[in-house]
Every structure is written in C-alpha cells, then in structure tokens.
Nanobody, 114 residues
Framework: QVQLQESGPGLVKPSQTLSLTCTVS??????????WTWIRQPPGKGLEWMGG???????HYSPALKSRTSISRDTSKNQFTLQLSSVTPEDTAVYYC??????WGQGTQVTVSS
C-alpha cells in the first residue's frame, strides 16, 4: 500500500510562498500510470483540486491557481512538492497530497495570517 505524508509550515504570512512536501513510501512516484495531486479544503468548503504531476513529471494546474502554483519532484527522495505564491488568508486550508484513484495523505493545516 502506498503511503503519503505531507510536511511543511503550518503558518504562512500573507504575500509569502507556501511550500509543502509530500513524501511517498511503499511505491515510487515514477511508477507507470501513477498520477500525484495536491488538493485542499478551505474551512467550511469543499475539496479543491490544485494541480497534479504524472509519473513522467508532466504537470497540470487548476486554471484558477495556475499563475501562483508550481509542482515539482525529487525522485531521489520519492517526494513531490507544492509551491503556492502570493498567499492570502483565502489560501487557509487543509492541504492533502493524493495518488489519483488511490491513497491520501492525512492532510496538513496551513493558516495564512500575519
């Protein structure tokens, strides 16, 4: 079973860049047909797909967040990373990493506040 674990700061100041890492175990992020995503859930709202990365490293982003979002990976560490720039309090959410059609991380709370 593939396991995912998010890590990163729980508090980010407005205008800064949020950076989260997902560490994957029990499977390789380069395994054929695996697709890795970042999803968030603001308080009182539904899940929002932010973007994803295929096993070849190809990325896709939500049109609403594309200008501020970057997803990258470190295959030597079996990790993929989310960066969200110019954050505002509206980016406060629980952030999840997820293997499409499969496993989820437990989620990490990120609060944007001065």
């Amino acid at each position: 079973q593939v396991q995912l674990q998010e890590s990163g700061p729980g508090l980010v100041k407005p205008s800064q860049t949020l950076s989260l890492t997902c560490t994957v175990s029990g499977g390789s992020i380069t395994t054929n047909n695996y697709y890795w995503t970042w999803i968030r859930q603001p308080p009182g709202k539904g899940l929002e797909w932010m973007g994803g990365m295929g096993y070849t490293g190809t990325t896709h982003y939500s049109p609403a967040l594309k200008s501020r979002t970057s997803i990258s990976r470190d295959t030597s560490k079996n990790q993929f990373t989310l960066q969200l720039s110019s954050v505002t309090p509206e980016d406060t959410a629980v952030y999840y990493c997820h293997r499409h059609n499969g496993d989820w991380g437990q989620g990490t709370q990120v609060t944007v506040s001065s």
